[in-house]
């Protein structure tokens, strides 16, 4: 019998300026051995040295994975290709000497992802996992202190991750 749902545990990065890195989860349903249906989620913590803030950024997706090269225990490698709708929110908190306290300012964001990702089947529903891709948020992010311009944090960025995927 086929996989119908697999769960991956990953380790997600992400470049540039308030990317970082971080954790996370998805699970998948085939329908069809080919073709997947995907709800995802994680964070990441980062900083911006620019604005000299620490940055979090939770995120939820869902998409579709097309595998057109599956693992078996035969040819235990496999290919895939995804693309996730993505909701982010980005948190930055901002530690000055002349201020009393932290300041904490967030943002939602919305966005885009496709990841191509190989696999490698080396126990009976257990797959280690590579994925490589970029994300857009569909627009940047202006930082400011105190009024002023410090920081864009750009709408374009790769993302990468690793982990494992079980099956059931």
């Known amino acids: 019998m086929a996989t119908r749902v697999m769960l991956d545990l990953l380790v997600v990065d992400a470049t540039g300026d308030a990317g970082g890195l971080g954790g996370g989860g998805a699970v998948a349903w085939f329908p069809v051995p080919a073709v ?3 709800l995802g989620g994680g964070g990441r913590s980062s900083t911006l040295d620019a604005a000299q803030s620490n940055g979090l950024t939770l995120f939820a997706t869902a998409g579709a994975v097309l595998r057109p090269w599956r693992a078996t225990h ?8 995804r693309l996730d709708y993505v909701l982010s929110h980005l948190s930055l908190t901002h530690f000055d000497n002349d201020e009393p306290s932290p300041i904490t300012r967030a943002r939602w964001l919305s ?3 496709v990841v191509a990702e190989a696999g490698w089947l080396f126990a009976a529903t257990v797959e280690a996992v590579v994925g490589v891709g970029f994300q857009d948020d569909f627009g940047s992010t202006e930082v400011n202190d105190k009024g002023v311009q410090v920081a864009t944090i750009p709408s374009f960025r790769l993302v990468g991750e690793g982990g494992v995927r079980v099956g059931f």
């Open 74 to 81: 035969a040819r235990p490698f496999e290919l895939s290709l």
């Open 111 to 113: 966005g885009a992802a």
């Open 36 to 38: 997947a249906l995907r």
